[in-house]
């Protein structure tokens, strides 16, 4: 058994994996520096999305105040409505108004 051979074998098979171990790391660097570099793009575009339903909330809480103000004056309506009509009605078939 030929020593030297075997450990210019040993160094030659440690040395293809160190060279692989250390491809593998760069390839292992640059998906976390790509990683990190989503993370920070989808944070941002969430950041733009919640203020975006911040300002849809808002306008909604003014439709529902609106709303609000229209439904009252549809009920005042419905309450004067009887009185309204009946005054024009009267006025109409009043005789000597005419």
């Known amino acids: 058994m030929n020593v030297e051979a075997e450990i210019r074998d040993l160094k030659r098979r440690v040395s293809e994996l160190e060279g692989s171990f250390g491809f593998l790391m760069e390839q292992v660097k640059g998906i976390h520096r ?55 009605v009267r006025s109409v078939l009043r005789p000597g108004d005419r």
């Open 34 to 88: 790509d990683l990190l570099g989503f993370q920070e793009m989808t944070e941002q575009r969430f950041d733009g999305i919640e203020t975006e339903l911040g300002g849809v909330k808002t306008e909604i809480g003014g439709v529902k105040t609106e709303l609000g103000a229209v439904k009252l004056e549809v009920r005042t309506l419905r309450d004067d409505l009887p009185e309204i009509v009946g005054d024009a």
